[in-house]
């Protein structure tokens, strides 16, 4: 199974505080086309050579193209489709709270803004 050939991989890697599978393997609907997507925070952002060997083991580990997003990086709606829909492989209860509180207040910040474009998309539709 994919998600244990992940979740191997990313806990040789001690600095990792925090990792999600998300997508289709998350999901159980994979094909033989899908890539995965993973998501892992650490104590500082990724930089790009530790990127790339992540993304280089999970392929050779997975036999799949890896999309990996650094948590400590990604906004928003993305971060909210992955605790929502992500699988937690990494990690404790304290670190996803941490990570969903990030969210919440992210959130708060956001829609109004979204809530503004929507009103606007209505009002031009309207007319």
């Keep these: 199974m994919a998600i244990q050939q992940i979740q191997t991989v990313l806990a040789s890697h001690p ?3 925090l990792a ?3 997508g289709s393997v998350a999901q159980g609907r994979e094909t033989p086309d899908s890539d995965v997507d993973v998501a892992v925070q650490m104590s500082k952002p ?3 050579a530790l990127r790339m060997q992540l993304i280089e083991e999970l392929a050779l580990a997975t036999g799949r193209p890896v999309d990996l997003v ?3 990086t990604v906004g928003e709606p993305l971060l909210g489709q ?4 992500g699988r937690q492989i990494i990690g404790d209860q304290a670190a996803h709270v941490a990570m969903m509180s ?4 992210a959130m708060e910040d956001f829609m109004p803004y979204v809530n503004r474009m929507l009103s606007t ?5 309207i007319q």
Excluded: E, N
Excluded at 102 to 105: A, F, G, I, K, L
Excluded at 121 to 125: F, P, S, V
């Design 20 to 22: 999600y599978v998300f």
């Design 82 to 85: 992955i605790l929502k829909h």
């Design 121 to 125: 998309a209505l009002r031009w539709k």
């Design 46 to 48: 990724l930089d790009s």
């Design 70 to 72: 650094d948590l400590q």
């Design 102 to 105: 990030r969210h919440v207040y």
């Design 15 to 17: 600095d990792i505080r």
